[in-house]
């Protein structure tokens, strides 16, 4: 990631809270994600099959349609990965004075006619998520498959339109501060393969020391 383009970032992310980034992460990277979570969703159905039952991990149906499996640092594409967010974490704790501190990440898949209706990813004040990344992992996309993200500016009102409707190009990332910015995932007509993230501040203090797990 060159300087101009970490500055970048940094400065959209002071002036209006979030940036889009298209192509942001190495094509390598990406793929081996892709390759890896591909993998994952092979297994799991697999293993859903055999139980007899549909899937594990299904969340609240009615505001999301998504399957998510959490990123545990024991693969090489995770570790290339959370090593290769470092120089950002490095970058917006220079310019902004964050103080990021750790990530917690997960895959996601959002199946045809998957979805997540618009919401905050932290609750103000909580700040146990400060700043959300999103990664794309398809190997293309266009507008016709659905699945964009749409993004409103801090404090819209919640029938306004969006500020942006982002398509979801592999590699391309998505960084938001995750206590300001509404966002939603429209419905997907194609399988649509992606990872988030969220930094979260250090609040360990005299008497308090976070666990990092
Ligand atoms: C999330 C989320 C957006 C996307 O996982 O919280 O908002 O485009 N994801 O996948
Ligand atoms: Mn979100």
Same mark, same amino acid.
């Not at 081996?32 to 159905?45: D, G, K, N, Q, Y």
């Not at 992992?137 to 699945?147: S, T, V």
């Given at each position: 990631?060159?300087?101009?383009?970490?500055?970048?970032?940094?400065?959209? @992310?002071? #002036?209006?809270?979030?940036? $889009?980034?298209?192509?942001?992460?190495?094509?390598?990277? =990406? /793929?081996?994600? &892709?390759?890896?979570?591909?993998? /994952?969703?092979?297994?799991?159905?697999?293993?859903?099959?055999?139980?007899?039952?549909?899937?594990?991990?299904?969340?609240?149906? =009615?505001?999301?349609?998504? /399957?998510?499996?959490?990123?545990?640092?024991? #693969?090489?594409?995770?570790?290339?990965?959370?090593? $290769? #967010?470092?120089? @950002?974490?490095?970058?917006?704790?220079?310019? @902004?004075?964050?103080? @990021?501190?750790?990530?917690?990440?997960?895959?996601?898949?959002?199946?045809?006619?998957?979805?997540?209706?618009?919401?905050?990813?932290?609750?103000?004040?909580?700040?146990?998520?400060?700043?959300?990344?999103?990664?794309?992992?398809?190997?293309?996309?266009?507008?016709?498959?659905?699945?964009?993200?749409?993004? $409103?500016?801090?404090?819209?009102?919640?029938?306004?339109?969006?500020?942006?409707?982002?398509?979801?190009q592999p590699g391309g990332v998505m960084l938001m501060l995750?206590?300001?910015?509404?966002?939603?995932?429209?419905? #997907?007509?194609?399988?649509?393969?992606?990872?988030?993230?969220?930094?979260?501040?250090?609040?360990?203090?005299?008497? &308090?020391?976070?666990?990092?797990?």
């Amino acid at each position: 990631m060159g300087d101009n383009r970490l500055g970048a970032i940094a400065d959209d @992310l002071a #002036t209006q809270g979030w940036s $889009w980034q298209p192509a942001l992460m190495p094509e390598a990277l =990406t /793929r081996a994600l &892709r390759e890896e979570l591909v993998a /994952r969703e092979a297994a799991a159905a697999l293993e859903a099959a055999g139980i007899g039952r549909e899937s594990d991990y299904q969340v609240d149906r =009615t505001i999301r349609r998504t /399957r998510i499996t959490w990123f545990d640092g024991s #693969t090489p594409a995770q570790q290339d990965f959370q090593m $290769w #967010t470092e120089a @950002l974490r490095a970058s917006l704790n220079r310019e @902004l004075m964050l103080g @990021l501190f750790e990530m917690e990440v997960c895959f996601a898949v959002y199946p045809p006619g998957g979805f997540y209706e618009r919401h905050l990813d932290s609750f103000a004040g909580a700040r146990n998520r400060v700043v959300s990344l999103v990664a794309y992992l398809n190997e293309d996309w266009d507008e016709a498959r659905g699945g964009a993200l749409a993004v $409103w500016n801090e404090g819209a009102a919640d029938g306004a339109d969006p500020a942006a409707r982002i398509v979801p190009q592999p590699g391309g990332v998505m960084l938001m501060l995750s206590e300001a910015i509404p966002h939603e995932v429209e419905v #997907t007509h194609e399988t649509r393969y992606g990872l988030a993230g969220w930094w979260r501040v250090n609040q360990s203090g005299m008497d &308090r020391i976070d666990p990092l797990s």
